[in-house]
Nanobody
């Protein structure tokens, strides 16, 4: 199975930017990657989904125009570039993988431990 490690979370002011990284290691190199967030006291929800070939199959409405999902397969890394952050973006962000589908869901095979994003003035 794959191991996923997220990084890049931080404390930022409203309007700021962050780039989250998801580095994969394990036997399967190219898999679909999903980004999810879990706000305090809320259920986990999907931010974006990107296939092994870089096709975006999902992007949350709240992320459109602000967030960009991309990947560099030679580095086995997927990214979530977040711009114009607001306080509602405060959450733990997770990446997850699925080698059997080009879609993302809460039932993806492997999950990272998350990286914390806090947006506050």
């Amino acid at each position: 199975q794959l191991a996923l490690v997220e990084s890049g979370g931080d404390l930022v002011q409203p309007g700021g930017s962050l780039r989250l990284s998801c580095v994969a290691s394990g036997p399967m190199k190219y898999v679909t990657i999903g980004w999810f967030l879990q706000a305090p006291g809320k259920e986990r929800e999907m931010v974006s989904c990107i296939t092994a070939r870089g096709r975006i199959t999902h992007q949350a409405e709240s992320a459109k125009g602000r967030f960009t999902t991309y990947r560099e397969n030679d580095k086995k890394t997927a990214y979530l570039q977040m711009n114009n952050l607001n306080v509602e973006d405060t959450a733990v962000y997770y990446c997850a993988e699925d080698g059997q589908s080009t879609e993302c869901s809460a039932d993806m095979t492997d999950w990272g431990k998350g990286t914390s994003v806090t947006v506050s003035s």
